[in-house]
């Protein structure tokens, strides 16, 4: 497609499920970011994909979060056993190259309760 | 970790009026990005500076790198209602993929 897709645009979910985010990159984008956005703050990196590979986790903030991007296109956010802290939204990027700006998706904002 | 702080907060403005923000960092960086985000979008890259000193220029934009490496600011000139939103500043080191972003200035537009 055109642009940066994310699915499903909302989600909520209960305190202790597992959840999935999937992230569709702009076509021939090698590099794919994972990004969480809390209310009036700016994008918090979470991590970096290069073609297939991880190329940098280090802003995921511990075990229950990982994320997988297989063929090198579409890529998904797995967290496991939910923390009601866990809620806000997930921006997924992609990018020609690693250096230099962005394209946005429009998030998926996660609610769990 | 590195920090960016974005300043102002947020800005009430005239229609028409120029608007000035900024953005300081701890450390240095070797790329500086300026992003805007409506209300329910993910952020759009507005302008991309390379070089230390760099000027670049969008539209109404405009935008320098700083000397020092560890600053930016971002102009507007003769604002419009469409202007509204909440500006980032994020900074890069080479070729490593992530952005560390500040936490925004939002601006407000007057007709």
């Known amino acids: 497609g055109a642009g940066v897709s994310q699915t499903p645009s909302n989600k909520v979910t209960e305190k202790g499920k597992y959840v999935e985010l999937r992230c569709d990159p702009i076509s021939g984008h090698t590099a794919l970011y994972w990004y969480r956005q809390s209310l009036g703050q700016g994008p918090e990196f979470l991590i970096y994909?290069?073609?297939?590979?991880?190329?940098?986790d280090s802003g995921l903030p511990n075990d229950r979060f990982f994320a997988v991007r297989p063929e090198g296109s579409v890529s998904t956010l797995k967290i496991q056993r939910t923390e009601r802290g866990d809620s806000a939204v997930y921006l997924c990027?992609?990018?020609?190259?690693?250096?230099?700006?962005?394209?946005f998706g429009s998030g998926t904002r996660l609610t769990v309760v | 970790g590195q920090q960016l702080n974005q300043s102002p907060q947020s800005m009430f403005i005239q229609e028409g009026e120029d608007v000035s923000m900024n953005c300081t960092s701890s450390s240095i960086f070797n790329t500086w990005l300026w992003y805007k985000q409506d209300p329910g979008e993910g952020p759009v890259l507005l302008i991309a500076?390379?070089?230390?000193?760099e000027l670049t220029s969008n539209g109404r934009l405009t935008a320098q790198f700083g000397i020092t490496r560890k600053d930016s600011f971002l102009n507007i000139s003769a604002s419009i209602p469409s202007d509204v939103g909440i500006y980032f500043c994020?900074?890069?080191?080479?070729?490593?993929?992530?952005?560390?972003f500040g936490d925004g200035t939002t601006l407000t537009v007057k007709p």
């Open positions: 994909f290069q073609g297939t590979g991880a190329a940098d």
């Open positions: 990027a992609s990018s020609l190259t690693p250096q230099g700006g962005y394209t």
């Open positions: 500076l390379y070089k230390a000193g």
């Open positions: 994020a900074g890069q080191l080479t070729n490593a993929g992530k952005s560390t």
